[in-house]
């Protein structure tokens, strides 16, 4: 599983919940990979690291606005792709955050 969050004072995702999902998924017994970049204008601008580790893994959870422009074009990437809105760890702390 690879993790992609941002890492720029100006996005809207806090890169420390990428870190809470790595955790989370190693304790469980995953091997989880985390990139955190740097803010994007588009897909067009999306670090190669990113589509170089992206073929690496069977999934890929971005946690980061990056999660939106990719679902918006067509890739060729092996797996599969998720967007995770946690915005930062304090929503973990709320009962929806529990919801399964």
Known sequence: MLLVGKDHRRTFF???????????????????????????EGIEDAPDEVARAMT????TIFV???G???????IDEPG??????L???GHLRRAFARVP
């Open 14 to 40: 806090d890169s420390g919940a990428c870190r809470v999902l790595a955790t989370a998924t190693r304790e469980s017994g995953g091997r989880p990979q985390m990139v955190i970049t740097f803010e994007t």
């Open 56 to 59: 690496r893994v069977d999934r």
């Open 64 to 66: 980061s606005r990056l």
């Open 68 to 74: 939106d422009q990719v679902r918006l074009r067509e």
């Open 80 to 85: 599969t792709q998720t967007t995770c809105y």
């Open 87 to 89: 915005h930062d760890t």
